[in-house]
Every structure is written in C-alpha cells, then in structure tokens.
C-alpha cells in the first residue's frame, strides 16, 4: 500500500531564506507527483506536477525534484517571502491505473518578515 | 474557466443531525472527488465518479455518509447522522480524465457539536 510522507510537519525560517521541503514515498510505481499549496481556510492551489519520466520542474522560485529509485521529492523555494507562508501537499498517483490521489498531510510553513 | 464550486462553505450542526454538501465541478471534467481532510492531516478520499459511476468508494462510511453525481456533472455528499469526528473540511476536486491535474474547490468547513 503506498504512503507519503512530509518531514517536517512546520517550518518557520525568516524572510529571503532558500527552503527545501521534503515528501517520500513508500512504492516507486507512480505515474505523477503534484505539489500544491493550502492556504488558512481554502482549497488546494497546483503549484508543479511532475510525470514520473521527469527528473525536475521549475516555475518561477519553485523548483520540484523527483527521484522515483529513492522514493523522494522534493520542493525547493528560492528566495521565500511572508506570501509564501502556506501549508504545502504532495500527492501521486500510484502506477495501479485507479487514478486515485494520494497525499501526504503536509509541511506548514511560515515565512517570517 | 470557472473553478470548482461549493457549498456552504461553513456549517455547523449537532451530533446526529443530517448535513449535504453541494459540488459543482470544471465544465467537461469527467472525474469527480470528495476528499475529506482533518485539522492538521492531508486530505483522504471518499468517493471518486467517474462520469456518473463511482470509480472507488472503499474509504466511504457508507453506514452514514452517501453521495451521488447529478447527469455527470453536480454533486452532493451527505451524512446522516453525524458523529463528533465528522469535524472536517470537505473538499470536491474535478479533473479532465485519468491523470490530469487535480482542481480543488475552497471546501465546506462542518463542526458537528
């Protein structure tokens, strides 16, 4: 059965820091991995999805990493702002054609002025 | 493109009282998810439609909770009756078929007292 897994559960780093937050994963067979971000009191935004034939995506100061053999990804934030402050999910698709998204429950983070 | 509408967005109710939820998905979104998340925890699936069927169910406490799909389209979840750990968001996700990108509506936030 998969399971994914953010470490840690809360961040908090002051402003203009480079952040790495991390998600594993118990069964290499995935078809894609999704990034997104929560905020306080509403639905979940896609910031990157990556197939699993990717090695990296990048969109402005984000850039997601996967490594399929290790059963890890990563999200790398550049340069971080208050704005970024969030709670930030990983989810995959499994290769076992269900086309069901599993989660991580996510690393809160909190960006300090 | 409209997103992925809810409704309410909060509701509070007591213990053995009935709830229902309304989603109305992207237009031509095949796929439909509710997914249930807990303070501080990811979200988990409930039940998945594809079109008007259901694709997976297995997590759905079918003794108090039910859910259909309009014509394939809008959907509504019910619970009947509600438990203190019904306490949760409920959040409705659409996607254009198989392994598409996820698109999550703002939730309806249910406090059962």
């Known amino acids: 059965k998969q399971e994914v897994t953010q470490i840690p559960a809360a961040l908090s780093v002051p402003e203009g820091e480079n952040l790495v937050l991390n998600c594993s994963f118990t069964?290499?067979?995935?078809?894609?991995l999704q990034w997104f971000r929560q905020d306080p009191g509403k639905g979940l935004t896609s910031l990157l999805l990556i197939q699993s034939s990717q090695r990296e995506q990048t969109s402005g100061r984000l850039n997601a990493s996967l490594d399929k053999s290790s059963g890890r990804s990563t999200l790398y934030i550049a340069a971080s702002q208050p704005g970024d402050s969030a709670t930030y999910l990983c989810a995959l698709y499994g290769g076992d054609s269900s086309y069901k998204l599993i989660f991580g429950s996510g690393t809160r983070l909190l960006v300090r002025p | 493109e409209a997103g992925v509408a809810q409704s309410p967005r909060y509701k509070i109710i007591e213990k053995r009282q009935s709830v229902a939820f309304w989603c109305n998905p992207i237009s031509g979104h095949a796929t439909l998810y509710w997914y249930q998340q807990i303070l501080g925890q990811g979200p988990k699936l409930l039940i998945q439609f594809q079109n008007n069927g259901v694709v997976d169910d297995s997590q759905l406490p079918k003794d108090r909770f039910s859910a259909e799909r309009l014509k394939g389209v809008d959907s509504t979840l019910k619970i009947q009756p509600a438990k203190l750990e019904d306490s949760a968001v409920y959040l409705c996700?659409?996607?254009?078929?198989?392994?598409?990108?996820?698109?999550f509506g703002n939730g309806t936030r249910l406090t059962v007292t």
């Open positions: 069964d290499s067979a995935i078809y894609n």
């Open positions: 996700a659409s996607s254009l078929m198989g392994y598409s990108p996820l698109h």
